[in-house]
């Protein structure tokens, strides 16, 4: 039987990722976590990812390497976004991408996988980088092949192949968020519309004073 790598994070959608990979495609699992300082790994992933059926999983500190090789020198680089995002989920997907195509050497396959969706640009990040050490890398994107589309969908995934998910995770999210050592970002959902000031819930790292201040230089930029 052939071996994937999967980029696990023990939620909903990579949750259902490993059981798919086993039930569709006839692969054997090894999930790798990369701790990036997101600081939601949880206690129990590697019993959780067993118990659905991976057969090694793989969890790996890379904050150091990540803050000397890839944040400072994006820094030295001044390398900012439109002159204010600081492209802190950006930079690590390379990062993930060259652990995913080492551990696949290392495990004896040339197959990866991503729970990325297929209308961000964080399929990219993950495939150009992998491809870019590994020409001849495979790389399964489930959400550009599976016919769910819908957090119901996958719930309901959950409930066919009894996998333990919360009830709460069924709810669709107001915004996605992205965490880690360097960053917090936020996109998507009510976000997208600019006549709307940011849901007061949003930043986790800034008061309430800071937000006002933010908001009203938005506004200004936007005008």
Partial sequence: MKKVILAYSGGLDTSVILKWLQEEKNL???????????????????????????????????????ISDYVFPMFRCNTIFEGEYLLGTAIARP??????????????TNIICHGATGKGNDQIRFEIGAHAL???????????????????????????YQI????????????????NLLHISYEGGVLEDLNNAPPD??????????????????????K
């Fill in 95 to 108: 990062l993930i991408a060259k652990k995913l195509v080492e551990i696949g050497k290392q495990e004896g």
């Fill in 164 to 179: 333990p998910m919360p009830a709460s995770k069924a709810e669709e999210p107001p915004f996605s968020m992205d965490e």
């Fill in 201 to 222: 819930r949003k930043s986790t790292r800034l008061n309430s004073s800071h937000r006002c201040i933010s908001y009203a230089v938005f506004c200004l930029k936007k």
């Fill in 134 to 160: 590994n020409p001849s890398i495979e790389v399964i994107a489930p959400w550009r092949d599976w016919d769910m589309v819908s957090r119901t969908d996958l719930m309901n995934y959950c409930k066919n």
């Fill in 28 to 66: 054997e699992v090894i999930t790798y976590t990369a701790d990036l300082g997101q600081g939601d790994i949880s206690d129990d992933l590697e019993e959780k990812a067993k118990n659905l059926g991976a057969t090694k999983v793989i969890v790996e500190d890379l904050t150091e390497e990540f």
